[in-house]
């Protein structure tokens, strides 16, 4: 694997062509094709670390979360390298992704609820679902619409992009952490392993019960990666495994 080192910090995201990250007080962005002979370029001073930084892989922009005054997260982006403000939450903002030109976050704007809402990257009045009780989910993923695991019911929802409509995917079933590919279908990651789930049949196994924590998922058309720890006692270390799509393969799983 080709490796290059970078001060990324805690937040970090890709976008089309670059890979843009928090650092000394700024954001910067590399190249993913090559390291600059000049190092990085700066986008914008950002004095404070963002909570999380998004982008849409397709796509250059990217935006992020950063604390307010009190209780109240914002949304915002760079703009000729000034940080402008696209939504203050009345509460904490606990999730965000970016899907095409717009931003879905969950916050809890009260103590005893929470929502999902959108607010398009060229600003604007911010839309909501109806407010829900219980725990919030803690990750958002989508592309055709929104995903997201209710881990306190073990269910996997999906709401359409304008927040309108809701539907279970799958019940009883745990999908944590998720990723969802351009196919429509869902990956999720479960003590039995990762498996496949689409709207037209039972789900699918990929990968077997792993012996190490899955961290993370990625998905695009052709391939599945998942992250492993495979550190342990004390040890900072990460393995990083793909597999094909379109066929079982339960010989997938990591050492």
Sequence with gaps: PLTRAMHLGFTA????KNYVYWSEGALWSEPRSAAKPSGATKLGAVPEQPQRLVADISGDQFAFVMHGDGARDTIAKLENQRLKTLYTSPGSIDALTMIGDALYFVERPSRSSWRVGRVKLAGGEAIYSSDKTGRWPALLRGVEALIYYDGAARDVLSVSLDLRQERVLTKDFI???????????????????IFELSASAKPRQLVPAPRRLITNLAVNSQYLSFITDVGGQGRDRLALYTVPLGTSRTDAAPP
């Design 175 to 193: 999908c944590s952490p998720l990723s969802v590919g351009a196919n429509a279908k869902v990956y999720c990651s479960t003590m039995e392993g």
């Design 13 to 16: 995201t890709v976008s089309r």
